[in-house]
């Protein structure tokens, strides 16, 4: 069916940077919106970044400045591009697709990768 997956998680200090990938297969024409989320250890899943299909980009003011998302659409993946990082964007990052186009005109919603871990070192 739908697959996610993320690449480009690890270990940084804190001050450096990291670029995550993430890369969507299947049967799918196009994709609405695009998002990265995360998860740190006791706390709930926020949103961190999103870009819909007409470019409209949305930032959790927790990382407006140092953070970047873009989108390729030929490729069907989306980036998140994190600089300055702080030990507290510690977490596991999650990419989400919330609406697919197939190519039969059926909708699919809510697709999740499996999470790549970031970990920033002070």
């Known amino acids: 069916q739908v697959q996610l997956v993320e690449s480009g998680g690890g270990l940084v200090q804190a001050g450096g940077s990291l670029r995550l990938s993430c890369a969507a297969s299947?049967?799918?024409?196009?994709?609405?919106?695009m998002a990265w989320y995360r998860q740190a250890p006791g706390k709930q899943r926020e949103l961190v970044a999103a870009i819909t299909s007409g470019g409209v980009i949305n930032y959790a003011d927790s990382v407006k400045g140092r953070f970047a998302i873009s989108r390729d659409n030929a490729k069907k993946s989306v980036y998140l591009q994190m600089n300055s990082l702080k030990p507290e964007d510690t977490a596991v990052y999650y990419c989400?697709?919330?609406?697919?186009?197939?190519?039969?005109?059926?909708?699919?919603?809510?697709?999740w990768g499996q999470g790549t871990q970031v970990t920033v070192s002070s």
């Open positions: 299947g049967n799918i024409l196009s994709i609405f919106t």
């Open positions: 989400n697709v919330d609406r697919i186009f197939r190519r039969d005109g059926s909708n699919g919603y809510d697709y």
